[in-house]
């Protein structure tokens, strides 16, 4: 029966080793990939201001991507954290309303991309009539990440230990002041790992943004212009099959910028758990 058991463990094992490798084999070959036939189409002429048909300038995306991600976050952030708080904190087991929004949000995480962007196009652009705009593409992608926030946010505020909240009570805090200055302080770390979660899907994002904040290449100066992100500009570069070199340049810097926000965001994470 040891004996059993030991080559069980060998044969998980194994599999787990051959599971690592190939996934990040996969990671190593498809960011190589990216940067050997992206780096050398890296020109000054890509990070012009003013976007054309001979630059094809990727800064006007660039400027609306990080316009469009802190949006939908302003959105969606408070939205999915506040709901989180009251299904954990509020609630009580058991509710029916809990089941209901649980339900939702898991539904709502498994529709394709595509229906939120004909959500958006019937609704935020035609509907209220914002036409294809920076905010139109801001809230349907609020809508998108929602559950993925409320979700994270959720699972962060369960992990925080109950000590923490009978303590706070027996000290002879209420109950707001419990959640406020005790428990969401403390489980920050895990919800800023779902808005890093979420931060990769907004940027990464093209199909619903099509469909409601256009395709113009140009700086928004209001948040009801027209825009393009890096993924759409992406898009609409390999699409017209004239600058696939420029598209691939493009790559390059869309998974630099992902990088970097996710190197930020994690040291903030750290930090906040470092002095709770």
Known sequence: MQSRNKFSENIMAMLTWISAIITIGTLVLIVGFIL???????????????????????????????????????????????????????????????????????????????????????????????????????????????????????????????????????????????????????????????IILSIGRIVGETAALIYTAGTVAQIPMDPMQSARTLSVHMYALSGEGLHINEGYATAVILLLVVVLINTISAKIAKRIGGMT
């Open 36 to 194: 050997v036939r992206g780096i050398p189409y890296i020109k000054p002429s890509l990070f012009s201001f003013t976007y054309n048909s001979e630059n094809v300038s990727l800064m006007p995306a660039m400027i609306s991507t990080i316009i469009m991600t802190l949006l939908s976050l302003l959105i969606a952030a408070p939205l999915g954290i506040f709901s989180a708080i009251f299904l954990v904190e509020y609630a009580k087991r058991g509710n029916k309303t809990v089941g209901v929004i649980r339900m939702t949000t898991e539904t709502l995480s498994g529709i394709p991309s595509i229906v939120y962007g004909l959500f958006g196009l019937l609704f935020f652009v035609t509907f209220l009539g914002w036409g294809f705009s920076v905010l139109a593409g801001a809230f349907t992608l609020a809508i998108m990440i929602l559950p993925l926030i409320i979700r994270s946010s959720e699972e962060a505020l369960k992990a925080v230990p109950d000590t923490y909240r009978e303590g706070a009570f027996g000290l002879g805090a209420g109950k707001l002041r419990t959640v406020f200055r005790i428990i969401l302080p403390s489980a920050m770390p895990g919800i800023l790992a779902g």
